[in-house]
């Protein structure tokens, strides 16, 4: 029988392990913060050393051991740090972060092949270094101060932290509390998290009571603030409360007739389950509930796609069905047939509402996307000596899982490019009368059945004499043409355009917005550039919330059918051929005192030429973000959910179409990428299924 774990297990493996280094990415950029003062917050590298130590039980349990190993240093490293034996500074916590990313590398890589490794010694040897070398140096607490049975009881980890909250000069007390043996913990969980609000709680023991029924503990706090201001803030007739200093010992009464507005949160039970308060589960009756507290299900992406695949197929399946009542309806008007309509219409209701509930399922919010954009902020800035804040809003809007994981190399290559090109080092920044620390605005918002995510920097902004200059230089304009602000975009967004002549990490290689913008397309989206020199640039990006089942228009043009998403259509109109104007050779109608643009299907996949002089034709007005365009159909056949399905590897060059559908009658027809064609029709260029 083999050793080796399953592909499910390997599957869950990854699954629990991308949670954790995600977690730990995000609590070391928070503790990399904290490198000018020299301190750190003892719960957040509590966090980031148990979140490498289940990393190291992980790994070893699925026999990973070049993972464990380095999990295992990386543990040993942050546990000295916790003990302050060795100093929070920026070498420390660069070496934490190359241990992260070599963990993520290997990591990814088990997915791939069970036998893939990488060479970690290097980054141990540093480790090592680091351990063998610098010492923080320790305090003693001063004698007599604090009573010796609480001293001889403390560990190590404790006995420093009560050491640290002395070298800072503060008060030092024991909260003594009873509570009753069948509610302890919850009880207990809520006096920490009170007494969290008033400094730092050291140490958590159980203590002899005297009372039957009960159980006893006492709980050693620093603080800044007195006996009385926390006698108060707790408001508690059951609490003994004893300041601690040069042995004399004063006893406080608790105050009276103050309210109470203790929040009761999960989070200090969970730190208590993963070791905060030892011993203290070990009290409880035997009749406990082995029920688990969470109630969170991990589900694999591709499941959640085999059931929306389902759905659509049921989808389909109803609308055959529908079609047939109606095919009855018309030659017979019997009871029989009113009730498969009545059965049909049921039918619809329950599927609206699974389609509803599977579409819920695959929404997460986009936190999780902005928060690895921390650590790329954190690192890109710190390569080139730029100092950077990320203001983050709107991270609970909900997007399509898929989608956020097709969106996470895009932005990260537009936030790199606003660091590298946008940003001026601090100098400059001064002497331009800036702050010193530039800031990169990452908003999100929900606008109809669309995402806006707008990426904006007070850097220097994009200088348009400059693009000229370098288009000039490459060929792409004449020395003597005019560009307006349009046109520089559009440069910008031209394949191969930079504006550096070194290469380096992030420039000069060519592979520019042109990648993002199109990666954009690809999610049926739009990208929307505007800059001021000296002020900034901002970038939105437009996208729908999700790209499996959708409810379209469909359309006929020149003898050919193709869906419109809905979320993307504002209104249809039926014009005279009359009402067309041609303006530089585009042809426009006015619409409520404005000019829209208008795009026939026909000149877009050159089609055989409808007969453009006869009668009525239909326009479907399109819209994404502020940008408006009119496409000209024939016939409008009316609105169906339909499932897009990707045309694959083998027609991916194919601009200007998001995927194929199937209605349900053995049709099959494609389903037009309206942020593609809109991008590429605004800018006056006719795509061409053979370019």
Not at 122 to 144: K, N, Q, V
Not at 283 to 294: E, K, M, P, T, V
Not at 622 to 650: F, P
Request: charged share 25%; with cysteine; hydrophobic share 40%.
């Amino acid at each position: 029988m083999s050793d080796k774990p399953s592909s499910q297990a390997i599957r869950e493996f990854l699954g629990e392990t991308e949670e954790i280094l995600e977690k730990l990415n995000l609590d070391l950029v928070l503790l990399g913060d904290g490198i000018e003062s020299g301190e750190s917050d003892p719960e957040l590298l509590n966090s980031i050393f148990r979140g490498a130590h289940s990393l190291k039980g992980l790994a070893g349990m699925f026999g990973f051991t070049d993972i464990s190993d380095l999990a295992h240093h990386m543990e040993n490293l942050l546990d000295r740090l916790r003990l302050g034996k060795v100093i929070l500074d920026g070498i420390l916590v660069e070496v934490l972060f190359e241990a992260i990313d070599l963990l993520t590398r290997l990591v990814q890589g088990k997915g791939e092949t069970e036998d893939f490794t990488l060479d970690t010694a290097p980054l141990l040897d540093r480790i090592e270094a680091i351990l063998g070398g610098r010492s923080a140096g320790t305090a003693t607490p001063g004698e007599g101060k604090i009573p010796q049975e609480i001293l001889s009881v403390l560990t190590e980890y404790e006995e420093h932290r009560l050491q640290e909250n002395l070298r800072k000069g503060r008060n030092l007390l024991r909260v003594q509390a009873t509570f009753s043996l069948t509610t302890f913990d919850q009880e207990l969980a809520e006096l920490t998290e009170a007494l969290k609000q008033q400094g730092e709680v050291i140490s958590t023991l159980p203590c002899v009571g005297d009372i039957a029924e009960r159980i006893a503990f006492q709980i050693l706090l620093g603080s800044a603030s007195d006996l009385a201001t926390i006698s108060a803030a707790l408001n508690r007739d059951d609490l003994r409360i004893e300041l601690l200093s040069a042995g004399q010992v004063s006893v406080a009464s608790p105050a009276k007739g103050l309210s109470s507005d203790i929040e009761l949160l999960a989070e200090p039970l969970r730190e208590e389950l993963a070791g905060g308060v030892e011993g203290a589960r070990d009290s409880g009756d035997g009749g406990a509930s082995l029920r688990s507290i969470s109630r969170t299900v991990r589900v694999d992406i591709d499941k959640l796609d085999q059931l929306m695949n389902i759905v659509g197929e049921l989808v389909l399946s109803k609308g055959a069905i529908a079609e047939l009542g109606q095919r009855l309806r018309s030659v017979a008007d019997s009871e029989l047939v009113g009730n498969l309509q009545k059965a049909t219409r049921m039918l619809e209701r329950r599927l609206d509402e699974l389609q509803k509930g599977v579409m819920e399922v695959r929404m997460v919010p986009i936190v999780q996307l902005f928060e690895k954009m921390t650590r790329i902020v954190r690192r890109v800035a710190g390569e080139q000596g730029k100092k950077v804040t990320l203001d983050i809003r709107g991270a609970d809007t909900e997007l399509d899982k898929l989608i956020i994981e097709d969106l996470s190399d895009p932005l990260m290559h537009i936030i790199r490019n606003a660091i590298d090109h946008g940003i001026e080092l601090p100098e400059e920044r001064l002497a331009n009368g800036k702050p010193e620390k530039a800031t990169i605005c990452l908003w999100a918002s929900q606008k109809g059945n669309h995402v806006v995510i707008e990426v904006s920097d007070d850097g220097r902004g994009i200088d348009p004499e400059m693009v000229r200059r370098k288009a000039v230089q490459k060929g792409l304009v004449a020395a003597s043409a005019e560009l307006s602000r349009e046109d520089v975009y559009d440069l910008i967004l031209t394949p191969g355009f930079s504006t550096r002549d070194e290469v380096s990490e992030l420039s000069g290689r060519g592979v520019g917005l042109d990648v993002v913008r199109n990666n954009i397309a690809a999610l049926s989206g739009m990208l929307e550039l505007d800059s001021d020199v000296g002020q900034g640039t901002s970038i939105s990006i437009t996208l729908p919330i999700t790209l499996a089942i959708i409810k379209a228009l469909i359309i006929e043009s020149c003898g050919r059918t193709y869906a419109i998403p809905i979320n993307s259509v504002l209104e249809t109109l039926m014009l005279e051929p009359g009402a067309i104007r041609s303006i530089e050779k585009r042809e426009m109608i006015e619409l409520r005192q404005s000019t829209l643009p208008l795009l026939r299907l026909d000149d877009v996949f050159r089609l055989p030429q409808a007969t453009r002089n006869g009668g009525k034709f239909f326009t479907v007005v399109v819209g994404l973000a502020e940008k408006r365009m009119g496409i000209v159909a024939d016939q409008l056949l009316g609105q169906q959910d339909v499932v897009i399905k990707s045309l694959g590897n083998t027609l991916s060059f194919v601009r200007g179409i998001a995927g194929a559908a199937d209605l349900g009658n053995q049709q099959t027809i494609l389903v037009l990428d309206v942020g593609g064609l809109m991008g590429e029709a605004l800018r006056g260029e006719v795509i061409s299924l053979y370019n």
